[in-house]
Each structure stands twice: as C-alpha cells, then as structure tokens.
C-alpha cells in the first residue's frame, strides 16, 4: 500500500534530482572545469583566482545543489522507508555525510580562493607561497570529495536494492544502479588509496554510470508515477 507522503516524495525526489543535475552540471562545466588543471593543484589555484566572479558562480551553484541534496535524501528515506526502514534509515544517513563532505569541500575552495588574492594578513606572504598553500588546500578538499563519494555509493547501492525490491522502478533499472553503485565505490576508494587508479578509470567516468541511473529512476517516476508492482499473473488450472 503506497501512502501520499510517498507519492509526494516520488515527485520531490524525481523533480529535484533532474533540476538539481542540470544546474550543477552547467555550473561545472562553465564556471568550473575550464580553469581546473588535474594533478596541479597549485596551477588551478592560479586558474581559479583569475577567474575569481566566474568561480564564485560556480560556489553558489554548488551551495544549492548541496542543499537539494537533502532535499532528494529525505524523499529517498520516506518513499523507500516501507520496503525497510533500517536500511533506508542507514542510506539516508549515510548519503548525509556525503552532503556534509560536499560543503567541507566547497569551503575548502572558498579559503583557496582567500588565499590565493592575498586578502587580510596574507598580503604579506610571496605569490608563489600564496599559491602553494591554496594548491594545498585545494587537495584537501579533493581528497574529502572522495571520502564523501564513497559513502554516496554505498547509500546508493542500498537504495537501488530497496527500489529492486519494491519494484517501484523496473528490475533492470534498479539491477544497474546497483551495479553502478558498486562501481562509484570502487571507483572513489580506489582514488583514496593511490590517486593513479586516476590513470587506470578517469574520474571523469566514477559517477556517470550512477548519474545515468538517477535520471532513469526519475524520469521513469515523473512519467509513471509511484504505483505498487502489478501482480504476477497466474495461469488458471486446466482438469
């Protein structure tokens, strides 16, 4: 039995996730990526200071779609709460930490940027140190990005099991978010270990597989709508 307040968070979660997508996906490649220079962390440091307004629209960007963030792991806990409280519970919470590793993240980026344009006592500091300190600080927030990118694939994989199991979105559906969950981890992990699995999968592919999912999931809820499974037909007894 499917209540209202799931219904209603089909859709929360649904519309929020394809609108939060679209608006951090043009936030990053525009204000984001072009200044970004892997592996160099001092160089994009330089890049991003340059490029100081257009980076900052990238900061507001990515401060909202942090917060719709929760938005989408609230609807997640409440439509899938039914199918297994514990373990949605258990997702939700975990999705969270990624959420807060995401604003560490971004706040790490902020003080790059104080850094690197030298404001209060930092002016007294040579350019290339200023420079060396926001590339450091830069890679702080990277390695905490991926703290959080781990704990997002676990949460992610439990959802996609609970939405296997509910059948609220085809089987195979759900059987690719749980594989693309399983590779996001793998993924995010294998970066915090030794960062040349970087060389071995780019990082530019660990969250597709699961992005592809999510938008799947939601369109298919916008369209369809949260409905139980259609009962199994049963093929009547023949004397």
Known sequence: MID?????????????????????MIAFTRWYAPFLVWEHEAETARNFAAHEGLVHLYLAAAVI??????????ALYVMLRPIGRGLAFFAAL???????????GLMDLFNALRIMTGKDSLHMFEADRLQALAGLQLASGLDAYYI?????????????????????VPRVLAIWGIL????EGVCGFG????????MI????????????????????????????PEPAKTVPATS
């Open 180 to 183: 693309a969950s399983l590779f």
């Open 65 to 74: 779609y942090g917060l719709a963030m929760i938005a989408v792991l609230a």
């Open 148 to 168: 959080g990118l781990t704990c997002y694939a676990i949460a992610s994989l439990v959802f996609a099991y609970l939405f296997f199991k509910s059948r609220y």
């Open 4 to 24: 209202r307040s799931q219904r209603i968070a089909a859709r929360v979660f649904a519309f929020t996730t394809l609108s939060s997508l679209i608006l951090i």
């Open 94 to 104: 975990t999705r969270l930490v990624y959420v807060v590793v995401w604003f560490i």
């Open 201 to 228: 999968v780019s990082p530019n592919w660990y969250e597709m597989p699961m992005m592809l999912f999510e938008v799947g999931a939601s369109i298919w809820l916008l369209v369809r709508g949260l409905r139980p």
């Open 191 to 198: 970066y915090l270990v030794d960062r040349k699995f970087g």
